[in-house]
């Protein structure tokens, strides 16, 4: 393997944990979740209503999400309240939608990411 070609593995390999960033928010049910979150805390059934999903599918996306590190909870009755971690999703969130609005929403468009290649079939 050259020195160019070793150099690109590594950046590869260093790459991975971004990649799986991107991938925990890649999926339109958890960034709907993120993204009310930002607003700020909320219960399982405040999401529920806001996001139009089934109770279920909400606490799918939360575990995943928590697994991932991304939110937190605590419980507040019988209900648990849940929470970002990290402040700084929101100005991701905030610098993805410029990066959108700057491309026109291409990326809505490709081929291999696009809405048609992600999301047709999707039940959740």
């Known amino acids: 393997m050259t020195m160019k070609a070793s150099s690109i593995a590594v950046d590869r390999v260093e790459l991975i944990p971004a990649a799986a960033l991107f991938r925990s928010l890649g999926d339109p049910a958890r960034l709907a979740i993120v993204r009310r979150l930002a607003t700020g805390p ?12 089934a109770q279920s599918t909400v606490s799918k996306h939360l575990v995943c999400l928590r697994d991932c590190g991304l939110i937190d909870s605590e419980p507040v009755g019988r209900a648990s309240l849940f929470r970002l971690t990290r402040p700084e999703l929101v100005q991701m969130l905030s610098a993805a939608e410029e990066v959108l ?4 929403n291409a990326v809505a468009l490709c081929p291999e990411y696009g809405i048609d290649s992600c999301c047709s079939g999707d039940a959740s």
């Open 42 to 53: 909320a219960r399982v059934t405040d999401l529920v209503e806001a996001l139009g999903l």
């Open 101 to 104: 609005a700057a491309t026109g």
